[in-house]
């Protein structure tokens, strides 16, 4: 595999990752629309960088699993 398929694997898998993470944060706002989250919408918000940052930290793990994979085996074969 070149160099440039395993960045496009690695930087995809984050860019996958994101994608993923704000479509999960878009239904959890969709299921917390009520009076109590208008009325603290700032502790709502912080809430939710919080969810969105632990969810795309746990897709992450892939990519970033895939990128030592690539790292570690080419240093092992020199």
Known sequence: MS???????VVG???AAC???SGVLYLWQLSTQSASAQASA???????VLFFIGVFGVL?????????????????SR
């Open 3 to 9: 160099r440039r398929a395993k960045l496009g694997l």
């Open 13 to 15: 898998g984050y860019v």
């Open 19 to 21: 994608l993923i993470a």
């Open 42 to 48: 700032g502790m709502y918000a912080g809430g939710d």
């Open 60 to 76: 992450a793990l892939f990519p970033t699993g895939l990128a030592g994979y690539f790292l570690f085996r080419k240093f092992l």
